[in-house]
């Protein structure tokens, strides 16, 4: 069982900038891979960034060049930096974990861009 707590959510005018953070009750180096989502209303939730075991990042096309996926594993923590934020970056963001077999959710931290 993983343990998830977001934080870092809010309100920001568009070209802003936020930083998530995703604290794991788990060491991370027994996770698989781990990874942040968004939900929009009334859209189904997608990727925004994950890291894989192996180093390995991926990013939705929307966000590239603009959020990047870092991890602390010393404190046992992941961090989404969200620069140049855009109005549709409006979401509830999700931090994931993949241990095994088995995926861990957040509660969800909602971010909000608007002017």
């Known amino acids: 069982q993983v343990q998830l707590v977001e934080s870092g959510g809010g309100s920001v005018q568009p070209g802003g900038s936020l930083r998530l953070s995703c604290a794991a009750s788990?060491?991370?180096?027994?996770?698989?891979?781990m990874g942040w989502y968004r939900q929009a209303p009334g859209k189904e939730r997608q990727l925004v960034a994950d890291?894989?075991?192996?180093?390995?990042?991926n990013y939705a096309d929307s966000v590239k060049g603009r959020f990047t996926i870092s991890t602390d594993n010393a404190k046992n923590t992941a961090y989404l930096q969200m620069n140049k934020m855009e109005v549709d970056d409006t979401a509830v963001y999700y931090c994931?974990?993949?241990?095994?077999?088995?995926?861990?959710w957040g509660q969800g931290t909602q971010v909000t861009v608007s002017s």
């Open positions: 994931m974990v993949t241990v095994g077999r088995f995926t861990y």
């Open positions: 788990k060491n991370l180096f027994s996770i698989n891979v």
């Open positions: 890291l894989l075991i192996g180093g390995t990042t």
